[in-house]
């Protein structure tokens, strides 16, 4: 972190005209349990195995990601769906912020990811019996992708990359195929005939991902850009090749999820109105993917994960966050408060 920059002003954009309301899962003391029941076994345990490391991650607070995100959670199946997410953010707590900051200290050296895929087999032979043959296929396939991410991302050229070359790297971590996969075990459908390589079924949900991952970049700013990780975001990437503030790059990629959110509607729109539409499965998908970006976008206004330990989420959707090294403070519009005179470029 550059010592003269000691905190940066960026606007609450508008990131949704669509979306519906999030509607958490009825139950959320049982999300919490079910998480913690996930890290008191043997093989959870050896993913942090210091303390340290371990009381660092649940201080983010990660299972209120599914909380938010899974309305329509068949009971069930809540425990594996609440494994598998935590394992997916212990994973990229330790492998994706790997320049440092709270997210590096206590971290197995070598940062070796044989001990990872063991755990993710024991968590994949439990969907097994749950999913299709071709789910399962689906399932490796996209696991098998992830993982290849994080052994490549290391790599000095990773760094260098366009604020494009950033998105398309996030976009196509093989992380959205795993949270697709999922969404169809959560709600007991199977979507495989409908997700060939250029289908409609296909395309919406990329365009819809599309848009989340960017929301991510904007609310993960704070914590990327200090821990020294912001080589992985987007909003630095194109302030740095525009020459232009945070704030403004911002709004540009506030701009930019808007746009690919009206292409996801269009694109279901025209989906609706094909014969993949007629499918109660595909109509239920639809209806559990928007609850899910919809929980993703207010969840990254209030996850510990990006504003800091012990951060609590006060509504506002208006205004400024002003990100410190430590956390984000939101200042609703019209309040009077910020930072007058605080750096606003990399």
Same mark, same amino acid.
């Given at each position: 972190m550059?010592?003269?920059?000691?905190?940066?002003? &960026? =606007?609450?954009?508008?990131?949704?005209?669509?979306?519906?309301?999030?509607?958490?899962?009825?139950? +959320?003391e049982?999300v919490?349990?079910?998480?913690?029941?996930f890290?008191s076994?043997?093989?959870a345990r050896?993913?942090?195995?210091?303390?340290?490391a371990?009381?660092?991650?649940q201080?983010?607070?990660?299972?209120?990601?599914?909380?938010?995100s !899974?309305p329509?959670?068949?009971?069930q199946?809540?425990p594996?769906v &609440?494994?598998?997410n935590e394992?997916?953010?212990?994973?990229?707590?330790v492998?994706?912020?790997?320049?440092?900051? #709270?997210?590096?200290?206590?971290?197995?050296?070598?940062r070796?990811?044989?001990?990872y895929?063991d755990?993710?087999s024991?968590l994949?032979?439990?969907?097994?019996?749950?999913? %299709?043959?071709r789910?399962y296929?689906?399932?490796?396939?996209?696991?098998a992708?992830?993982?290849e991410?994080?052994?490549?991302?290391g790599?000095?050229? @990773?760094?260098?990359?366009s604020?494009?070359g950033?998105?398309?790297?996030?976009?196509? *971590?093989?992380w959205?195929?795993v949270?697709?996969l999922?969404?169809?075990?959560?709600?007991? @459908?199977?979507? %495989?005939a409908?997700l060939?390589?250029d $289908?409609l079924l /296909?395309q919406? !949900?990329h365009?819809g991902? $599309? +848009?989340?991952?960017?929301?991510?970049?904007?609310f *993960?700013?704070?914590?990327e !850009?200090?821990?020294?990780a912001?080589?992985?975001?987007? &909003?630095?990437?194109?302030a740095?090749?525009?020459?232009?503030?945070?704030?403004?790059?911002?709004?540009v990629v506030?701009?930019?999820?808007?746009?690919e959110?009206? /292409?996801c509607?269009?694109l279901r729109?025209?989906?609706l109105a094909?014969?993949?539409?007629?499918?109660?499965?595909?109509r239920?998908?639809? *209806?559990?993917?928007? !609850?899910?970006?919809?929980g993703?976008?207010?969840?990254s206004?209030l996850?510990?994960?990006?504003?800091?330990?012990?951060?609590e989420?006060?509504g506002?959707? #208006?205004?400024t966050?002003?990100?410190? =090294?430590?956390?984000?403070?939101?200042?609703?519009a019209?309040s009077?408060?910020g930072s007058?005179?605080?750096?606003q470029t990399?």
């Amino acid at each position: 972190m550059p010592e003269s920059l000691t905190l940066i002003e &960026v =606007p609450i954009p508008i990131l949704t005209r669509r979306l519906p309301r999030p509607r958490p899962y009825p139950d +959320a003391e049982a999300v919490r349990l079910a998480a913690e029941a996930f890290w008191s076994t043997p093989g959870a345990r050896q993913l942090l195995p210091t303390a340290s490391a371990h009381a660092d991650y649940q201080a983010q607070r990660a299972f209120e990601f599914t909380y938010w995100s !899974y309305p329509a959670l068949k009971e069930q199946r809540l425990p594996l769906v &609440v494994a598998i997410n935590e394992f997916a953010y212990a994973t990229d707590f330790v492998f994706d912020d790997i320049d440092g900051g #709270e997210a590096s200290r206590g971290q197995p050296s070598g940062r070796d990811l044989a001990g990872y895929v063991d755990v993710f087999s024991g968590l994949a032979a439990q969907a097994q019996v749950l999913l %299709s043959p071709r789910q399962y296929e689906r399932l490796g396939a996209a696991v098998a992708e992830a993982f290849e991410h994080i052994a490549n991302q290391g790599d000095a050229a @990773v760094r260098e990359e366009s604020s494009g070359g950033i998105y398309h790297r996030h976009l196509n *971590s093989g992380w959205i195929w795993v949270a697709e996969l999922i969404l169809e075990l959560a709600i007991g @459908v199977d979507l %495989s005939a409908y997700l060939t390589s250029d $289908s409609l079924l /296909r395309q919406y !949900y990329h365009a819809g991902c $599309s +848009a989340g991952v960017l929301v991510n970049d904007i609310f *993960s700013l704070r914590k990327e !850009y200090y821990s020294g990780a912001g080589f992985f975001n987007v &909003v630095p990437a194109l302030a740095r090749e525009r020459g232009i503030s945070f704030a403004d790059a911002v709004t540009v990629v506030a701009e930019w999820v808007l746009r690919e959110e009206y /292409r996801c509607y269009e694109l279901r729109d025209r989906l609706l109105a094909s014969p993949a539409g007629s499918d109660p499965s595909v109509r239920a998908f639809i *209806s559990a993917f928007e !609850y899910w970006l919809a929980g993703n976008l207010h969840w990254s206004r209030l996850t510990p994960r990006y504003h800091g330990k012990g951060f609590e989420y006060d509504g506002t959707t #208006e205004g400024t966050m002003v990100l410190h =090294p430590d956390r984000t403070l939101y200042v609703p519009a019209g309040s009077g408060e910020g930072s007058v005179g605080a750096p606003q470029t990399p």
